[in-house]
């Protein structure tokens, strides 16, 4: 083995990101969002980063994975599954077991247990790695992947109800509150202008579905003929599904998890001809024969983190061009080490026939010294060696002072709690809600 390639030390540092009050149907983000940063160091001198998810049950599988990979090459991509599966604390794979197998309906990333969890973890490795690799080879990480199809990877504008700001603490931006179809208009043109999206996602679940499909309506009106997509995160019944479905039927590109279960988007599948697709209820492999086998979905949105890193989401997209389903990608709240990997995976996939979704416009930090900048709703493939980003090690470390010092309240993504601080009678809304 080259030397060079071998790992030489890992650092974690969790890292809180400032949010802004974005309504989802759980609640509101907290005004800041915990975030991972890994960086993985070779013998050669390179550092590789990778970014996931933050809150507290991933620091540990994190920091179990990090001491057991020095002396390992950054090469050695496939060898993280199990090394993960042997030191993280749980030996069956992910998607073997029962509990991988229970949907917490509450949340809003699907399955929840501790072999996505890992995956999760592992996912940052191997980006990390991916990204040391290619600084050492003068490659760019798409050229690691098999090479890029395309030179520009196209995202949609994300928009959401919101507040004007946080109730209480929290960082201020000029953003104004949306909370009407005006309001998401007066957004979507916002992005529009500023990033030249063109097609458009709202967030939904926020409220009853009329005024959802009236905020819908509105800019199918203000831009017409673009792509319109419409994620109530499975807040609806099945009959409320098809209700929006027939309002909204001309105006959808696709509803994204109307309903929540792949039960429950198979009987809303079979009555529409709306396409539906998912982040929610096909976020594993062991969920993907009865989603595939029912049509309950007809596009996959990957989340490279869940799928355990930027190979297994083109193993995914393989298995979804074998079965005709369309894939492309969601995300949540992410800085630009995860948007580059987004960007990388995404320029290597060959059926690649929709828009992935960013929150990045809406993080006004970021851990890396040249924030990603979107032309005409782009971002252009780097060929730069590796991710093509660097670490801003100041901003890394004013990010983790944040952690360091809170005092638990924004270590865990909690936007039922968030909300309360707003609403004190606010309850976790028991799904379906309409
Ligand atoms: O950030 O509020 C949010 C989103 O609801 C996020 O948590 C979802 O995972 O954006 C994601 C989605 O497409 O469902
Ligand atoms: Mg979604």
Known sequence: MD?????????????????????????????????LIVEVETRGGVTGVGE????????????????????RAVT???????????????????????????????????VQSAGKTRLSVVSAFEVACLDALGKTLGLPVHALLGGKVRSAVEYS???????????????????????????????ARRFADT?????????????????????????????????????????????????VADQLGGFLEYLEDPTSGT??????????????????????LAEVPEAFATDAVQIVLSDHHYWGGLHRTRELAALCRTFGVGLSMHSNTHLGISLAAMTHVAATVPDLAYA?????????????????????????????PGLGVELDRDRL???????????????????????????????TPVIPRW
């Open 157 to 187: 504008a994300y928009l959401f109800y919101r507040w004007a700001h946080h109730p209480q603490d929290g960082e201020r931006d000029d953003w104004g509150a949306a909370l009407d179809p005006a309001g998401i208009v007066a957004q």
């Open 76 to 110: 050695d991509l496939n060898g993280l599954f199990a090394l993960a599966d042997e030191v993280c604390g749980d030996s069956r794979p992910a998607g073997d077991r029962e509990a991988d197998l229970r949907v917490d309906a509450g949340g809003l990333r699907g």
């Open 356 to 384: 992935c979704d960013s929150h990045y416009p809406w993080q006004t930090e970021d851990v890396i010294t040249e924030r990603h900048a979107f032309t005409d709703g782009r971002l252009t493939v780097s060929d730069a």
């Open 195 to 243: 990033y030249g999206f063109t097609s458009f996602k709202l967030k939904g679940g926020v409220f009853p579905p009329d005024q959802e499909i009236a905020a819908i309506r509105a800019l199918a009106e203000a831009f017409p003929g673009h792509p319109l997509r419409l994620d109530p995160n499975g807040a609806w019944s099945v009959p409320t599904s098809l209700y």
């Open 3 to 35: 030397t060079d390639l071998v790992i030489e030390d890992v650092r974690l540092t969790p890292i809180l990101v400032a949010d802004p009050p974005l309504l989802n149907t759980q609640g509101v983000h907290q005004p800041y969002t915990p975030r």
């Open 263 to 284: 039960e429950s988007m198979a009987a809303v599948s079979a009555a529409t001809d709306v396409p539906l697709a998912t982040n929610m209820c096909v976020t594993t």
């Open 52 to 71: 996931t998810y933050g809150d507290g049950k991933y620091l540990d599988p994190a920091g179990a994975l990090a001491r057991a990979l020095p002396g």
């Open 397 to 427: 470390a004013a990010l983790h002072r944040r952690w360091l010092t809170d005092d638990g309240t924004h270590r865990e993504r909690d936007d039922a709690a968030a909300m309360r601080r707003g609403d004190p009678e606010w309850v």
